[in-house]
């Protein structure tokens, strides 16, 4: 028995090697790595720039507290990643992750609120369904009922609005009336909720396991930017998974006329090579909040020049190699390959996505969008058909209450036709053997 868990009882094969989009178990096993993990690792696995980048920073130091030092490594990635935001999005807060991330944007806006007389707004709104990370705080804005509900005592769940399924509820993502439609919920709830008590929205540009790559409807990030100015809300984008290029823009939200007040980023920022996050807000609230007395809140690992070399060295290779670009370039190609497989097999019901952040839905019926029925853990067992033959593929059943099963195919943004054929290739099969 080994002293190590996760999750369940399950062991998986031990890793050995990883070199772009493949990876090796210790028994030579190849894998297609069609997930990056779970949408982390967007340069691929042992990128040579990267490893020589954080050699050479190990060769330095490894280690500089944040109230003792400051790091060239975090100095640098700041500046880079500041200068890839919206010009007014210029402070850069480093962390280790996604969930601190989300904790860092949420906290921020809330001293934000206190340093500028705003004291009752405390609430932040979010999305049903949506994943914005585990820890208690990240988890009160997470619209994911199984994974919250038995900590409720623990926190203070935070107000929800739906997500803007537009293909579950039948209407069409194209037509304005539709977003405006999701967005009236945003400023019904605001209304309901006293609008002085509200302090931010947060949501997924593009989402991730929770929707299964749910693209906002026409109209919907322009509006709801609308109703937050009107109503004094901020507006925090959880690009955790978005960003960094994953959906064929630095940032998600790009793809739409909005203007987040504060960003959160992480998994494709560090790629994989060393745990990374950052916060980014607009210099408006940053100020406030230092002339206050300062931002009461910092990990210890916050701004390792480390992660920071390895982070600069991993954005340099996204702008080097043009990684936005082929990811719109390959998402669109892979989506139209989806839609050809949806044609094929019947019980495909949706196929939908931005960029690399695509995904397939399980559907017992495509005009009534009926699930397929939950006894059959169809997203389980799709993953595992796939897994054992050598393709890795992410999935999270669609949840408040059970909606479906989807499966999110987010290869590395290095991908090439030739592996974009394999990968499909590999869905064929296993969906033949699905179904
Ligand atoms: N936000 C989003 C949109 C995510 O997808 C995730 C992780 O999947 C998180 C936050 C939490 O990130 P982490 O698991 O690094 O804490």
Redesign the pocket.
């Known amino acids: 028995m080994s002293n190590l868990f996760y999750q369940g009882r399950g062991r998986k094969p031990v890793l050995d090697q990883a070199r772009g989009v493949y990876m090796w178990d210790t028994d030579g096993k190849r894998y297609l790595d069609g997930s990056s993990g779970?949408?982390v690792c967007n340069i691929g696995h042992s990128n040579p720039s990267v490893l020589a980048a954080m050699q050479r920073q190990m060769e330095k130091s490894t280690f500089g507290y944040r109230l003792h030092f400051e790091t060239e490594a975090s100095e640098a990635l700041a500046g880079r990643v500041a200068g890839l935001m919206p010009p007014h999005l210029t402070r850069v807060f480093f962390v280790s992750?996604?969930?601190?991330?989300?904790e860092s944007g949420m906290k921020m806006a809330r001293q934000y609120a206190l340093a500028t007389g705003q004291g009752s707004r405390w609430k932040v709104i979010s999305r049903q369904p949506?994943?914005?990370?585990?820890?208690l705080g990240?988890l009160a804005v997470t619209g994911y009922a199984s994974l919250s509900d038995p900590f409720a005592p623990m926190m203070r769940p935070m107000p929800k609005v739906p997500a803007p399924r537009a293909y579950l509820d039948g209407l069409d993502p194209e037509d304005e009336a539709t977003g405006l439609h999701y967005a009236d919920m945003l400023e019904a709830q605001i209304r309901a909720e006293g609008p002085e008590t509200v302090l931010a929205f947060l949501l997924?540009p593009v989402g991730?396991?929770s929707t299964g790559a749910l693209v906002p409807p026409a109209g919907y990030m322009r509006r709801i930017r609308e109703i937050c100015d009107q109503y004094g809300v901020l507006l925090i984008m959880?690009e955790?998974?978005?960003g960094a290029g994953r959906t064929g823009r630095f940032l998600g939200c790009e793809h739409w006329d909005t203007r987040p007040d504060i960003v959160?980023m992480?998994?494709g920022l560090g790629a994989g090579y060393m745990p990374l996050?950052a916060m980014i807000a607009d210099e408006r609230l940053v100020e406030p909040v230092l002339d206050a007395g300062g931002f009461a809140h910092g990990f210890t690992y916050a701004g390792n020049p480390l992660a920071c070399a390895a982070g600069l060295a991993v954005v340099e290779e996204i702008e080097a190699q043009g990684l936005c670009a082929n990811a719109a370039e390959m998402g669109e190609k892979l989506i139209a390959r989806l839609h050809g497989l949806m044609q094929k097999y019947e019980i495909i019901g949706d196929v939908r996505g931005k960029g690399l952040l695509t995904a397939f839905e399980f559907m017992s019926d495509r005009n009534s969008k009926a699930p397929l029925p939950r006894e059959i853990g169809a997203y389980q067992r799709f993953v595992d058909i796939a897994y054992e033959r050598g393709l890795i593929v992410y999935s999270r059943r669609t949840h408040d209450g059970y909606s479906g099963d989807h499966i999110l195919v987010c290869p590395p943004l290095i991908v090439t036709e030739a592996h974009l054929d394999e990968i499909i290739d590999g869905l064929d099969r296993s969906l033949e053997q699905f179904t």
Do not use: F, I, L, Q
């Open positions: 779970a949408m992750g996604g969930s601190e991330a989300v949506s994943y914005h990370g585990c820890t990240a997924e991730g396991a959880d955790v998974m978005t959160v992480s998994k996050g």
